[in-house]
């Protein structure tokens, strides 16, 4: 029998390096797109805030003062916000001042709303990633933390996420 030397083929140390690369690739690209994924949750959670505040803000212009708040607490025996916070205000908003209002953050969790000062000022908050309130610590203005709550009052950010997130 004889032997053919002329087919073509891929060797084992061809094909083992391709796979390599394509590991090295996958390596990079993995982190990346967690983090944007991250990124695009804290982004709808800023827009749906911003939302929710320019409804109480058209609220506060009829009625001049902001929505009343459920309660700035979580229930007992509950370590996680309800939808009994932003669900007190959805009645009142919804759907003169906004068609439908944003109940939960990019990770499920409920959004917070209390308004102080007998209704003169108002806030939003998202607790982030961990879902537990202060997260980050008790930090004022821009964080780089996932885990850090998101805070919106009286039609501005007062704790948000900037630049590269951990």
């Known amino acids: 029998m004889r032997i053919r030397r002329d087919k073509r083929g891929f060797t084992l140390i061809e094909l083992l390096?391709?796979?390599?690369?394509?590991?090295?690739?996958?390596?990079?690209?993995i982190p990346n797109l967690l983090n944007a994924i991250q990124r695009?949750?804290?982004?709808?959670t800023m827009a749906d805030m911003r939302s929710i505040g320019t409804a109480a803000e058209a609220y506060a212009v009829d009625t001049n003062r902001y929505p009343a708040a459920a309660g700035w607490a979580y229930p007992s025996g509950c370590?996680?916000?309800?939808?009994?916070?932003?669900?007190?205000?959805?009645?009142?908003l919804s759907p003169t001042y906004i068609r439908t209002i944003p109940l939960k953050d990019g990770w499920n969790s409920w959004?917070?709303?209390?308004?102080?000062n007998t209704n003169q000022d108002y806030v939003i908050a998202s607790n982030g990633k961990n879902g537990s309130p202060d997260?980050?610590?008790?930090v004022v203005g821009p964080t780089t933390d996932f885990n850090a709550d998101i805070v919106f009052s009286d039609g501005q950010f007062i704790q948000f996420p900037e630049g590269m997130q951990k």
């Open 79 to 92: 370590s996680y916000p309800t939808d009994t916070f932003t669900s007190a205000i959805a009645g009142v």
């Open 17 to 29: 390096i391709v796979v390599a690369i394509i590991g090295i690739i996958v390596a990079i690209a």
């Open 40 to 44: 695009a949750k804290q982004k709808r």
């Open 135 to 138: 997260g980050g610590g008790s």
């Open 111 to 116: 959004f917070m709303y209390g308004s102080f």
